[in-house]
């Protein structure tokens, strides 16, 4: 993550989201279906599935009337858990942090700012760790009508 959850890790999100929404329905959901509903290119579309079919999250099954579907219940997936998948890398809030690529800021000794940075980290993935898919497809208290409200209110 580093600066940011990316494009890809939203779309993710969403695309579980859909998925979720849709797992009562029919059972197999097109990529075509997917994309017209989150306006999101197919192509990009394709690219996103495809970290999480590798990851397990999705099941997929090709021919008339096949598609893609939840591997797990939607309660069994965490957002952090899909963001990460997506993503690629850990949901560290900055470079020096994301040790998924192997290497070690050289600066982590002597760093004044690393603690706030780990804090930072710790806090946004505890966060992320603790919703669930559910959370965001289920949306019986209003918590999306309160969220709408408050980023409105951060665009001033």
């Known amino acids: 993550m580093a600066t940011g959850i990316s494009t890809k890790g939203r779309y ?4 579980m989201a859909d998925l979720a929404a849709a797992q009562g329905e029919a059972g197999w959901v097109s990529l075509g279906d997917i994309s017209r509903r ?27 009337g096949g598609g893609y ?10 957002l952090g858990e899909i963001i990460r998948v997506a993503e690629g890398s850990s949901l560290a809030p900055v470079s020096c ?3 998924s690529n192997g290497t070690i800021c050289p600066r982590t000794k002597t760093c004044p700012t690393l603690p706030v940075w780990q804090e930072l980290g ?15 497809v289920d949306d019986t208290d209003g918590a999306l009508d309160a969220l709408e409200a408050l980023g409105a209110g951060l665009c001033k």
Do not use: N, W
Request: proline letters at 2%; charged letters at 30%.
């Open 97 to 99: 942090l994301d040790c």
């Open 69 to 78: 579907r939840l591997a797990r219940k939607p309660e069994d997936y965490t």
């Open 122 to 136: 710790a806090l946004i993935s505890g966060f992320l760790d603790s919703k669930h898919l559910s959370d965001i």
């Open 38 to 64: 989150q306006g999101i290119s197919r192509k990009y579309l394709e690219q996103v599935m495809a970290s999480l079919h590798k990851a397990k999250f999705v099941v997929s099954q090709r021919g008339k």
């Open 12 to 15: 993710a999100l969403r695309v």
